[in-house]
């Protein structure tokens, strides 16, 4: 079973950035995503990435302003974070596609601890 361990996190005023990465225990050729917890609030999706790295897709909330990529010959996912707003403090986690069509929590697995992510105003 492939280990995720997500890094990166910290705390950060409005408009600065961060970037986040996700190191995977071995090689994954899953499509990799990036989802998001705030404090009493459901888990969402952020972002997704293709095994190739050559198809993504973003969250409306953060489109323009994050960027996923991936190395596969390091085995990790990255999250680029631009232009950070205060509604962007979350725990964010890295987990694999496990099924297909959705954005949803549950079309994703092995998921990483997080790293929490706090953008003051």
């Known amino acids: 079973q492939v280990q995720l361990v997500e890094s990166g996190g910290g705390v950060v005023q409005a408009g600065d950035s961060l970037r986040l990465s996700c190191a995977a225990s071995?090689?994954?050729?899953?499509?990799m995503g990036w989802f998001r917890q705030a404090p009493g609030k459901e888990r969402e999706f952020v972002a997704t990435?293709?095994?190739?790295?050559?198809?993504?897709y973003y969250a409306d909330s953060v489109k323009g302003r994050f960027t996923i990529s991936r190395d596969n010959a390091k085995n990790t996912v990255y999250l680029q974070m631009n232009s950070l707003k205060p509604e962007d403090t979350a725990v964010y986690y890295c987990?694999?596609?496990?099924?297909?069509?959705?954005?949803?929590?549950?079309?994703?697995?092995?998921w990483g601890q997080g790293t929490q992510v706090t953008v003051s105003s």
């Open positions: 071995g090689r994954i050729f899953n499509a």
């Open positions: 987990a694999r596609r496990i099924y297909g069509g959705s954005y949803s929590v549950a079309d994703f697995g092995s």
């Open positions: 990435i293709s095994w190739s790295g050559g198809s993504t």
